[in-house]
């Protein structure tokens, strides 16, 4: 069975600098991945995907994540954070042929000005 | 043009009523699930069914029966409701039980 982790609870970064939010999967074969962001009060809206191919994978407002089998890693990252990027981040895995997605806990990101 | 719509998106009920969730999109997706979101923000999925059958059913109380009366709706009845039950559901489709879900805005369920 797959599982996700995201050691991060919370992170704290201002505005305009860089981040980083850690991802980490267990799964037995390559696995779909997926970054989900949900605003508060708000469903989840997808960032990006990795099914196969490229490992760095772009996806919408400016984010990017790179997959390493090696560490059996998915981390998503923005060059620079405005504060509507304030949300929780939700990393979740889906098995190939498989119907459902795994979670991981959530990181809550606030930014600072 | 919501891709995924929920009704009611908030609900407030007492402890020992019934009460249903709808879900419809319009993507003409084939598999749709509902996933629970606990008070830790926890998301699980607890359904899912491609082409009106159930295909997914993650342990969850017999108390909670989804029906779906075509491929582009999924609802979510729920017998008895407990405190526990407090939570928001979230109901979501995709192309194939494989691809890219997408969510619908959620119904947070207060049980009193």
């Known amino acids: 069975a797959q599982s996700v982790t995201q050691p991060d609870i919370h992170i704290t970064v201002s505005e305009g600098a860089s981040l980083e939010l850690r991802c980490n999967y267990s799964?037995?074969?390559?696995?779909?991945l997926f970054w989900y962001v949900q605003s508060p009060g708000q469903g989840l809206q997808l960032l990006l995907k990795y099914f196969s191919g490229d490992t760095l994978v772009q996806g919408i407002k400016g984010f990017e994540a790179e997959f390493k089998r090696s560490q059996s890693s998915f981390n998503l990252r923005k060059p620079s954070v405005h504060w509507s990027d304030a949300a929780e981040y939700f990393c979740a895995v889906g098995a190939q042929g498989g119907n459902k997605l795994v979670f991981g806990a959530g990181t809550i990101l606030r930014v600072k000005s | 043009d919501t891709a995924v719509s929920q009704t009611p998106k908030y609900l407030v009920t007492q402890m020992g009523n019934d009460k249903s969730i709808k879900c419809e999109q319009n993507?003409?997706?084939?598999?749709m699930y509902w996933y629970k979101q606990d008070s830790k923000k926890f998301l699980k999925i607890m359904f899912s069914?491609?082409?009106?059958?159930?295909?997914i059913n993650e342990t969850v109380p017999n108390r909670f029966s989804p029906k779906s009366p075509d491929k582009a709706h999924l609802n979510l009845h729920i017998n008895s409701l407990e405190l526990g039950d407090s939570a928001v559901y979230f109901c979501?489709?995709?192309?194939?039980?494989?691809?890219?879900?997408?969510f619908g805005p959620g119904t947070r369920l207060t049980v009193l």
């Open positions: 799964y037995g074969a390559t696995p779909y």
């Open positions: 993507l003409g997706h084939d598999t």
């Open positions: 069914y491609n082409n009106k059958e159930l295909i």
């Open positions: 979501a489709s995709s192309p194939t039980g494989t691809d890219t879900q997408y």
